[in-house]
């Protein structure tokens, strides 16, 4: 093949062209500020903005009332986390994590628990799980959220968020789920889960870059948020600033198509990722996979591998023309290994060399195969030059 074969889709993913095409109006003709009530291009960029509610809440099983539009997850987490806060019953003062959330989460709650709360950072298993008992244990009447991720962004396990729900409704706490790489990519239901707030990014399963979404709790037990910024009174006043009309159009197509297609993609994105996970295991003695064994428990796409005796940067700058990863892009710069191998217990030398592959809706038979082939014959470089 003469062209870098892309295989990070944890860190983004390309823009589907449906998702453009429905965009690309509202980046020319129809151009009017939503906010603009007196004239007919602020009410077609309004109705743009509502449609693309409904598709955002269809995908989650929620109300078009419970979503609101924002920059990302990163900002939607910090919406959430720092907003419930202002709001919690004094004597509500203990908050629940897991030591492999992303750092959009764990910064925020390490804020928190500067300015006086309680925090408890749970450890998940050697497969990156939370129990629902090992989460029941560390509840007690004074814990007033949870945030547990739905999918984790290295390692690809996916938490047993109904259990989860259930136990944390039961001690009257809230969940936030942080769901940026489940978004899209499986199917998730805020009612079946009992999920107070979720957030996700657009950019994450073929949407643009700089939107995304945060869902907050209506029905049953209204989740209240005080806003993180001022100014506007767009959405609701929790989210200020005029609406990125494009940026919300492409997310809502992106959550009808993957509504529409999940099931089927699904499928297809983890036939491949087993068929890479074949292909090297068949070429490549001593790999270890990260994450859970059962792949009905992990995203579809994802592929997490330690090749022992192999330094990790090294065979990434090697595979120069497959574009991979050791681990999440926000922390790509750090010389560490990856806190979440770490988490879960991998030991150092096998933590300092994995690789991270991503598997998405544009990646095709051919160039699995193409990778396989690559990385047995540069891990077998690799390993002879020790």
Not at 102 to 115: I, M, S, T, Y
Not at 176 to 191: M, N, P, T, Y
Request: net charge negative; aromatic share 4%.
């Amino acid at each position: 093949m003469n062209k870098q074969v892309y295989l990070d889709y944890h860190a983004t993913t390309p823009v589907d062209p449906r998702v453009l095409d429905a965009m690309l109006p509202y980046l020319k003709d129809s151009f009017g500020n939503a906010s603009s009530k007196t004239h007919p291009y602020g009410w077609a960029a309004r109705e743009a903005v509502e449609k693309a509610r409904s598709q955002v809440g269809s995908l989650l099983n929620a109300s078009p009332g419970e979503i609101y539009f924002t920059g990302g997850a990163t900002e939607s987490n910090n919406i959430s986390l720092l907003g419930a806060a202002l709001h919690a019953p004094a004597e509500r003062n203990h908050i629940i994590t897991q030591s492999t959330e992303h750092h959009a989460v764990l910064d925020p709650l390490r804020k928190l628990e500067k300015d006086g709360w309680r925090l408890t950072v749970l450890h998940p298993d050697s497969e990156g799980f939370i129990s629902a008992e090992a989460l029941g244990s560390a509840l007690d009447e004074h814990t007033f959220l949870v945030s547990i991720m739905a999918a984790n962004n290295e390692i690809g396990t996916v938490q047993p968020l109904d259990e989860l729900g259930r136990v944390a409704a039961e001690a009257g706490a809230l969940l936030h789920c942080d769901a940026a790489q489940a978004a899209g990519k499986i199917r998730l239901d805020v009612e079946s889960s009992a999920i107070s707030m979720l957030s996700l990014s657009g950019h994450k399963f073929c949407a643009p870059k700089g939107v995304g979404a945060l869902y907050r709790r209506k029905r049953g037990n209204r989740v209240r948020l005080a806003p993180l910024a001022l100014g506007g009174g767009q959405e609701e006043g929790l989210r200020p600033g005029t609406l990125n009309v494009p940026g919300i159009v492409g997310l809502g197509e992106a959550c009808r198509i993957a509504a529409e297609e999940l099931e089927e993609e699904a499928q297809r994105v983890g036939r491949l990722r087993d068929l890479l996970l074949d292909g090297i295991r068949r070429g490549i003695p001593d790999v270890t996979v990260n994450g859970p064994a059962d792949t009905d428990k992990k995203l579809p796409g994802n592929l997490s591998l330690s090749f022992k005796g192999v330094d990790g940067s090294a065979l990434i700058v090697s595979l120069g023309d497959l574009a991979a990863s050791a681990g999440s892009a926000c922390t790509a710069g750090n010389a560490e290994p990856s806190y979440v191998l770490k988490a879960i217990g991998t030991p150092m030398e096998l933590a300092v060399s994995t690789l991270r592959l991503g598997l998405g809706r544009f990646t095709t038979e051919e160039e699995v195969t193409y990778a396989i082939d690559r990385i047995i014959e540069t891990v077998g470089k690799l390993r002879r030059v020790r």
